[in-house]
């Protein structure tokens, strides 16, 4: 059940204007909330617009103009994306202030509306309070006017009793009384006058009081709701707002969806390859091939002559010794094949080489310059380092072998 204004705001007497007061702070409070309202409506605005315009400076200021294929796309989709974002929160902030701009114009006309309602409560309200006074007066006049007749007129009964008193002083007596009388009938005549005067005073005051509440009630109920009705469609206009953020977002996300290594690679080879093949490697070559013209002879890949441990190339000699550290020479043999007994173990790293095991005795065929001799062993033929093996003689028996640790050429 809905209260109303004009049945719960009246004052005690004719003087008390508790009510009316109470009203009128009431509206005075809804003054001061729709003013806060607008404030508020007005700073979210600004945060809005400067929101906005932070995000369309941020979009134009990025660069990524390094980037290639899908990638780049996806970047570029996303600056434009922030930007209309920041655009779309710049059309936010004007709506906001239209909504500010519709609450200021409906409190300044409620403003100019009760102001006109409270002028007339005025006018009504001073010439009622000063009839109630003149009629107060003229009942405590009356009242008075009364008394004095009744004394007056309980004198004379006094004084028709007592048979002392004279003819003359028994008429004043009673001309005092009906003087008195008058006087309480024109003061009761007055008194009835103010009394009906005020009574229609009041029922217009009353009336006209009972209409301004049933204004000022409306007036609040029509503020409440459209501050109600303007808080509800600033919450919904920054919903949309998260909407229409979600949606350029999305569109990032379907071009990004689209973004694939592969095909950025690919993108890039292809725009900036240089060569398919490393270049080729430089071959050795020996000085003494190399013409004098800077021709190139015939190029042979020929091992390296094989040292044994703390030996120097400059320890080379052509002759070969009969000692554990001596060894042959590196020319090729001119006679028959000779025997040799092996110093070292010695294990085949290529196909055109023998494996050979210390104590074994192996026939040499041919002596290479490199240090590779050609030996032959139970029927296989390979080469092996000249360097590992010693000439056998009549004074020199296999017994005689220097021992040594176990070693693999250098080749």
Known sequence: MALLFCNAFWGTDFSDQSGYEAILQRLQDGRHMCKDVEELLKMRALAEEKYGRDLV?????????????????????????????GNLH????????????????FRER??????????????????????????????????????????????????????????????KVMSRARLCRQAANLSEKQFKWNVDQLEKMCQE????????????????????????CVLWDHCNLLSMQCVHDDD????????????????????????????????ALIEFQSY????????????ETKRLSVMLPGMSFSGLSDAG???????????????????????????????????????????????????WWTASRDGISGLVPGTYLTKISA???????????????VK
């Not at 710049?90 to 114009?105: D, G, M, T």
């Not at 005051?205 to 109600?228: A, G």
């Open 205 to 228: 005051w009353e009336s006209t009081y009972r209409s301004v509440c049933e204004v000022f009630q409306q007036q609040e109920s029509e503020r409440i709701n459209i501050l109600r």
């Open 57 to 85: 400076a941020i979009a134009r200021k990025a660069e990524g103009q390094t980037e290639i294929g899908t990638l780049k796309a996806s970047f570029d989709k996303l600056k434009a994306e922030i930007e209309k974002t």
């Open 321 to 371: 010794s009969n000692s554990a550290g001596s060894y042959t020479s590196a020319q090729q043999t001119g006679g028959g094949p000779e025997k040799y007994m092996v110093l070292y173990d010695f294990k085949a790293q290529e196909d055109d080489e023998l494996s050979i095991s210390k104590g074994q005795l192996v026939t040499i065929t041919e002596k290479g310059k490199d240090g």
């Open 395 to 409: 004074s020199h028996s296999p017994r005689l072998a220097a021992a040594h640790p176990d070693h693999n050429p």
């Open 110 to 171: 409620q403003r100019e509306q009760r102001k006109k309602l409270e002028e007339i409560i005025e006018k009504l309200q001073k010439p009622k309070v000063l009839l109630h006074k003149k009629t107060m007066e003229s009942k405590r006049l009356y009242e008075q006017r009364c008394k004095e007749a009744e004394e007056a007129e309980q004198a004379v009964g006094k004084k028709t009793n007592v048979t002392t008193s004279t003819h003359r002083q028994s008429e």
């Open 248 to 279: 350029c977002y999305e569109e990032v996300r379907k071009v990004l969806e689209q973004c694939d290594i592969i095909t950025d690679n690919n993108c890039f080879i292809k725009m900036k390859k240089t060569a398919c093949r490393p270049p």
């Open 90 to 105: 710049i059309q936010l902030s004007e709506r906001i202030k239209e909504e500010v701009q519709k609450i200021e114009a």
């Open 288 to 299: 003494s091939e190399l013409e004098a013209n800077g021709g190139v002879r015939r190029v």
